[in-house]
């Protein structure tokens, strides 16, 4: 070890600490596997230690140290998130949440939770005191913690209603500590809460939430079958642009992947139907009905409160959102995925271009969301994968075209989104994270801000392999 780590393990040494070379490990790992591109570059990380504070003055004591130390810092909850941001490529302390994770509060339309609260566990305590739900969620919901939902996610499973967790009004407040010589609790509301929503936890460690509830439901799960794809996109559009119809998932996802990857419905589809998997609250099914009715080229194969399958197929959103690609991926591990915007109004019309463009290299997976009150699609394409210089030129095509890349394959902020510094995540950096020590090598402003995006951001500090 270097000795400034050492010394910050041995001062910390009184807590919950890991030091076992096996599940340090797996505490150092998110599902950066799901990308080639980031297994060949990562999949040697590993922290020096890992602390699980166990309430906030914990946490403001690890950070203390560790800044005292000048050890690098990477928090974790779960490790769900798939762009390695939970990973600590200049090693350190890794510190996890799982301890913080008291539900707090329940109000009408508002929750106060900790950090590593589970969102299952958090969804059904609110159900159970309020008959509330969460607005959204990741297609991780009983795995995945609230609190690397909000650093780390951009949306979710109730995203057709909602929009995008930055969307005004789906954070309320969030509680912050930030890692200076004496840490401090900032609360941010509004406009601030930008600085630290969706940052990776590069500049502040998010201890408290506060979020918006809605109504809960009893939800139908549901899955509708075309034969031609692009009349399966056409429906999900029209059927979200349906206002009466209140529903939380529209999944369009092309043939064959349902046959080949969900293999619970395998017997009941045949290879060539395209599924559209839909959440719908039972008040509107009269609705629905009465909608899908109109499209002739319609089925539905499976819906939750009618249901003789001999094989249950469980929640109907575990086969959207990145659980599609996960799903994918247990049949063939070669294959690998891209996250796609393609925006309000001619979204129809570029994703049949891609589609005639790539074919069967890239089979269409999309979730319909709301951007600016308006209906969007956001595609997490299945990539049949062969090359990293391929993967490029089908991300270069889809730029050209207007279609903007999410682009999985990097563990950067800046190359995960827009490829442009994010000022307001930077400036509060360089005041809360003076040294640069938080979640280091992953903004990309901090450490080359002339960086021209022109290749993959080699973070100069990052662990070497063996």
């Not at 403001?60 to 909850?77: A, N």
């Not at 939770?113 to 990741?138: H, N, T, W, Y």
């Not at 903007?404 to 995540?425: C, K, S, V």
């Amino acid at each position: 070890m270097k000795p400034n780590i050492a010394a910050a393990r041995d001062a910390l040494a009184h807590l919950d600490i890991d030091e076992n070379p096996v599940t340090l490990k797996q505490k150092s790992r998110d599902f950066f596997w799901y990308s080639p591109v980031l297994k060949a570059r990562m999949d040697h990380i590993v922290g020096d230690f890992c602390i699980a504070p166990r309430n906030e003055a914990e946490v403001i004591e690890v950070l203390r140290v560790c800044y005292q130390h000048d050890c690098p810092v990477t928090t974790r909850g779960a490790g769900t998130g798939n762009y390695g941001q939970a990973m600590p490529l200049a090693g350190g302390c890794v510190l996890h949440l799982k301890h913080i994770n008291q539900v707090k509060e329940i109000a009408p339309g508002r929750v106060i939770v900790e950090p590593g609260c589970l969102i299952k566990d958090l969804d059904e305590a609110c159900i159970a005191d309020s008959g509330q739900e969460l607005r959204m969620f990741s297609s991780t919901w009983a795995t995945a913690t609230i609190g690397g939902f909000i650093a780390g996610g951009s949306g979710g499973v109730g995203s057709v209603k909602w929009g995008a967790l930055r969307d005004l009004g789906n954070i309320i407040r969030l509680r912050v500590v930030t890692m200076e010589e004496e840490p401090r609790v900032l609360e941010f509301r509004g406009e601030e809460l930008a600085r630290v929503s969706h940052a990776y936890g590069t500049n502040g460690i998010i201890t408290e939430l506060e979020l918006p509830l809605a109504p809960a439901y009893d939800w139908v799960q549901l899955a509708v079958g075309f034969d031609d794809f692009m009349e399966a996109a056409r429906y999900a559009s029209e059927l979200a642009n349906e206002d009466g119809i209140l529903l939380k998932l529209v999944t369009p996802v092309e043939a064959p992947v349902p046959y080949d990857y969900f293999q619970r419905f395998t017997k009941h589809i045949r290879r060539e139907q395209s599924l559209v998997m839909l959440m719908v609250a039972p008040h509107s099914m009269d609705g629905f009905e009465t909608f899908t009715k109109r499209f002739a080229g319609s089925e539905i194969v499976y819906r939750s409160d009618d249901n003789d399958w001999d094989r249950n197929p469980g929640l109907i959103f575990e086969y959207g959102w990145n659980h599609t690609t996960l799903r994918a991926l247990k049949v063939d591990p070669t294959i690998t995925y891209l996250q796609v915007r393609y925006a309000h109004p001619d979204y129809l019309e570029k994703i049949a271009k891609i589609r005639e463009i790539f074919g069967e290299e890239l089979p269409q997976h999309l979730e319909v969301m709301r951007e600016n009150g308006k209906v969007m699609f956001a595609g997490l394409s299945i990539v049949r994968f062969t090359t990293e210089e391929r993967l490029e030129e089908i991300i270069r095509i889809h730029e050209d075209m207007g279609c903007m890349i999410f682009n999985p394959h990097r563990y950067t902020l800046e190359e995960a989104g827009r490829q442009m510094t994010d000022q307001q995540q930077l400036d509060f950096k360089r005041e809360a994270d003076p040294k640069g020590l938080l979640n280091p090598g992953k903004m990309i402003s901090w450490d080359e801000p002339d960086f021209a995006y022109d290749t993959i951001y080699a973070y100069s500090k990052m662990l070497k392999a063996g």
